[in-house]
């Protein structure tokens, strides 16, 4: 199964995320970018919430059936769950997610301890702090 992680980086109001797609471990696919003008609200759940949506859609774009999302905050915990969001401020972001998850075959969602020795998600945390 095809591993995604995703994370969010927050400097000064400012949001980066970062995707990195890994396929038997190789990475396959990566991605930043400061999403700052892409939020309404410049904060961790916004921009976790984000890179998650991103990734399954980009995933989607890849033609793949099968994901495993990796991550590290609590943040996303409403859509491992699939429970709507009380911000309204996600409630776009989470109907996009249930849009892109109906593709899938199969979605699971992993919590990883944060800079604890996994090097994709030690990437993907370094790519989203670099592109702010």
Do not use: Q
Request: net charge negative; glycine share 4%; proline share 3%.
């Amino acid at each position: 199964m095809v591993e995604i992680y995703t994370d969010a980086s927050i400097v000064a109001e400012r949001v980066g995320i970062a995707i990195v797609i890994v396929n038997d471990s190789e990475v396959m696919y990566t991605f930043s970018r400061d999403i700052t003008n892409h939020v309404r609200k410049p904060n961790s759940k916004h921009g976790e919430a984000y890179a998650v949506v991103l990734a399954l859609g980009i995933a989607k774009e890849l033609c793949l059936t099968e994901v495993t999302v990796n991550y590290d905050s609590s943040d996303i915990e409403f859509l491992r769950k699939s429970e709507p969001p009380i911000d309204g401020d996600l409630v776009e972001l989470y109907k996009s997610y249930r849009l892109v998850m109906s593709y899938f075959e199969t979605i699971k969602f992993k919590k990883i301890k944060g800079h604890k020795g996994c090097p994709f998600n030690s990437m993907v945390d370094s790519l989203a702090r670099c592109c702010l």
